[in-house]
């Protein structure tokens, strides 16, 4: 009996998931182009994959390369978007230039989202794309989000925050459809290391990558390194706590390579948009 109400309910989920992707083909069937922001993450991978069923090659996947975007990311996309099987634009964006977002004020995402939103809906013009969408989804629009509102501006559509389509139902999503990176771990730019009002840089960019991708050489996925200067603060998942310490004079060295002087680890362990906190 519990086998086939496992079964049954297995069979709803599907069924559910079905009805999700059917709404989001809908959505672009309204349209006859689309031009997709695209990081290569689970949002955009999972609506770049449904544009694609829905408008053939009148989709078009656009990744920004800036200096704020890791190079494993800008790798990943373009295997990601090879293995949907969409057309894929990499545009080069450097949000530096955008006045004041070095300066990295708290609506450093809003600047550099309206720069971003800027230029892909130029080339949305010339290349005859109907409009411009991003993967925002509806776990999203509440709470700080100045990126949203850049999107809201600019016209971006927002299909899954349109449609109510919550971060979890995109992971399942993206399973159902064999997307590879359905179980990713949310990615942010890297200028979301820094605490607002501290400057970024090209060199503090860089720096934090590099430290970054070292930790994940250890097998560490799941991670941020804060950066406050002349002190880094790791954040990691509390399971990985112990791979740090294990860790610690590895770590410690290859930071103090890169610049550091003190290395610490935060034992909160990693959550999305901690540096929010000091001001909630």
């Known amino acids: 009996m519990s086998e086939i109400s496992n079964s049954s309910q297995y069979i709803r989920d599907d069924q559910s998931i079905q009805d999700r992707i059917n709404q989001v083909i809908g959505y672009f069937a309204e349209y006859n182009s689309v031009l997709l922001a695209f990081s290569g993450g689970v949002d955009s991978s999972t609506l770049a994959a449904l544009a694609c069923q829905a408008l053939g090659d009148k ?31 990499i545009t080069p964006y450097n949000e530096l230039e955008e006045p004041g977002f070095a300066d990295n004020p708290m609506d450093r995402c809003y600047l550099c989202k309206s720069g971003m939103f800027r230029d892909l809906n130029r080339l949305a013009q010339e290349l005859g794309c109907e409009i411009v969408a991003d993967g925002t989804n509806a776990s999203e629009i509440t709470g700080h989000r100045p990126g949203h509102r850049a999107a809201l501006e600019c016209d971006v559509k927002t299909p899954f925050a349109d449609l109510g389509i919550t971060k979890q139902e995109i992971r399942k999503m993206a399973k159902f459809l064999g997307l590879s990176i359905w179980n990713k771990p949310q990615q942010a730019c890297l200028s979301s290391r820094f605490p607002y009002g501290h400057t970024i840089t090209e060199e503090g960019l860089l720096r934090v990558e590099a430290a970054e991708e070292f930790l994940q050489g250890l097998g560490i996925i799941q991670l941020r390194v804060r950066d406050y200067g002349n002190t880094a603060r790791i954040e990691v998942a509390t399971a990985d706590l112990s791979n740090i310490l294990k860790n610690r004079d590895v770590i410690v060295k290859k930071l103090k390579d ?6 610490t680890l935060d034992l909160e362990g990693f959550r999305s948009g901690s540096m929010n906190e000091a001001f909630l």
């Open 59 to 89: 989709a078009i996947a656009v990744t920004a390369d800036s200096q704020t975007l890791p190079r494993a990311e800008l790798e990943l996309s373009k295997q990601t978007a090879s293995s949907i099987g969409i057309r894929h634009i």
């Open 258 to 263: 890169l610049g550091y002087i003190y290395v």
